[in-house]
């Protein structure tokens, strides 16, 4: 890794740190963020053991997708960012939606435990790698949360296999990386996919994101239930995005985390668990029919 996207990822991180200071306030078309949570009331939600948890495989779209499991009821489908594998989700985060979903986690293909092939990488694929895996693991379809990049994967989700997604929640989220919003986005995957030290599925999740074509045409022909969640101080996908994205689709909701970063459930994982439960368990038809 060159020096300066050395220098960039640190400053990133370090603003991401200093920024993770609870929720306060929300814009929305609908829905509230939940107070801030006290350590006593993060203790009430035990935290699941993600590498205590078995890792076991689907064969999907010629590969191995590597998956764990935890909790019961309705099926939610996680789907994990740029660089990251299913070990990089916030424990506590995880229990949460466990306590009331069957949650699956899973490291996209090329990542973690997961394999891969010699496939040109494109969001197709991983859109397909998801509605496979869906699948699969025995489901027509599942509620989906994308964050970041994986956030891009279930916006493509939806569009191409909309009948494999009921609810969809996009966490730190964008439309295309090559708005001016997303131009730090832009540069560390053009830098990631130009250094040759970065691992194989890294560099080809950079290239996907290069080549993506963005969702915003397609956005209005979405026709499911959807929350968009960003942190206010996401330096990577700035929360305007989200209310511009949700102008788009029809009953949308925008929840903002005041102070919050990118990947935001990281840092306060009680207020988005429970914001996402809140959510995903809502009835949404008028009138409660």
Request: hydrophobic share 35%.
């Amino acid at each position: 890794m060159n020096k300066n996207l050395t220098l960039t990822l640190a400053i990133a991180i370090a603003l991401c740190l200093a920024l993770a200071a609870g929720c306060a306030s929300t814009t929305s078309t609908s829905g509230t963020c939940p107070p801030p949570a006290s350590q006593g009331d993060q203790q009430t939600y035990p935290a699941v053991n993600i590498n205590a948890t078995p890792i076991q495989y689907k064969d999907v779209n010629g590969v191995k997708l590597a998956y764990r499991e935890f909790g019961s009821g309705e099926p939610l489908l996680m789907i994990t960012g740029f660089g990251n594998n299913m070990d990089g989700w916030n424990e506590t985060f995880i229990g949460i939606l466990a306590s009331k979903y069957h949650v699956y986690i899973y490291d996209p293909r090329g990542m973690g435990s997961s394999s891969d092939t010699n496939t040109t990488p494109v969001f197709s694929q991983y859109s397909d790698d998801a509605a496979g895996l869906i699948q699969a693991l025995g489901y027509d379809s599942m509620h989906v949360y994308g964050v970041s990049m994986g956030s891009s994967t279930a916006q493509q989700l939806v569009i191409d296999h909309p009948e494999r997604v009921r609810k969809l929640v996009l966490d730190s989220v964008t439309y295309s990386m090559r708005i001016p919003e997303t131009k730090l986005l832009l540069g560390l995957n053009e830098q990631i996919n130009a250094s040759p030290s970065q691992p194989a599925g890294t560099r080809k999740e950079a290239q996907a994101n290069l080549g993506w074509s963005g969702s915003w045409d397609q956005l209005s022909g979405i026709h499911k239930d959807v929350m968009f969640v960003e942190g206010t101080e996401d330096i990577l996908t700035p929360d305007p995005i989200s209310v511009r994205m949700a102008g788009q689709i029809n009953g949308s909701w925008v929840v903002r985390f005041k102070g919050l970063p990118h990947f935001g459930s990281r840092y306060a994982p009680v207020q988005y668990g429970k914001n996402a439960l809140d959510f995903l368990g809502m009835n949404e038809s008028p009138l409660g029919k």
